[in-house]
């Protein structure tokens, strides 16, 4: 069973490009959540999505960013008109079910830089 | 607020020796999970291990144990046979709800030869 899978690992953009990110949740898995890890600080919470819908987005930058999880494919954060700002790792994981007995499963992070 | 504290950012042991690094947290849930992740130079977040707040029993994998204080909201990590593949970011994190994760800044161990 393969695990999250995360893609592009690494991104490099220039201010005022977007940047798309990709994330594939485990066989089975239908909650994807995604976090941010600024330098040196911990992960942060942003956004909490089943199919083809937001439950939990919390913790999005209110503009530029936005995330969709459709019926087919993967789930995509998408950040418009970057700064340097949004660089950071970020992180997708998931799970079977919600509630915290569902641990949830990381992937391997796309690590974003903004020139 | 819901809240996780790490007061160690750096921390260093001998290969071989034991090293506990700490953890505490603040929460209004009565039920929660408890977990510490370790992140090395790669940047993949591993599970290292996961505590039930309503288990008693603390956790152990192998080389890694809790002590889990709950009235306290502390939950430390104890690396017992500290290895040179030890060396990473641990980070300790919880579930106060269903789903939201909250994590600590991190502690940075380095294992020395």
């Known amino acids: 069973n393969a695990g999250v899978m995360q893609n592009p690992r690494h991104l490099v953009r220039r201010r005022g490009q977007e940047a798309r990110l990709r994330c594939s949740p485990m066989k089975g898995h239908s909650h994807v959540y995604w976090y941010r890890q600024l330098p040196e600080e911990g992960l942060k919470f942003m956004v909490y999505l089943q199919k083809e819908n937001i439950i939990d987005e919390s913790g999005m930058p209110k503009e530029r960013f936005s995330a969709e999880f459709p019926k087919e494919g993967p789930s995509i954060l998408r950040i418009q008109q970057v700064v340097r700002g949004d660089s950071a790792a970020y992180f997708c994981?998931?799970?079977?079910?919600?509630?915290?007995?569902?641990?949830?499963?990381f992937g391997p992070g796309t690590r974003l830089t903004v020139l | 607020a819901q809240t996780v504290t790490q007061s160690q950012p750096e921390m260093s042991v001998q290969e071989a020796e034991t090293v506990t690094l700490s953890c505490t947290y603040d929460?209004?849930?009565?039920?929660?999970?408890l977990f510490w992740y370790k992140q090395p130079p790669s940047r993949q977040m591993i599970l290292v291990i996961r505590q039930e707040a309503y288990k008693q029993q603390n956790a152990t994998e192998n080389r890694f144990s809790v002590n889990f204080q709950k009235a306290a909201k502390s939950f430390s990590l104890k690396i017992s046979d500290s290895q040179l593949g030890d060396t990473a970011m641990y980070f300790c994190a919880f579930i106060p709800g269903t789903y939201k994760y909250i994590f600590g800044t991190g502690t940075r161990l380095k294992v020395l030869a």
């Open positions: 929460t209004s849930e009565s039920n929660y999970y």
């Open positions: 994981a998931s799970s079977p079910g919600t509630g915290s007995a569902n641990e949830q499963f």
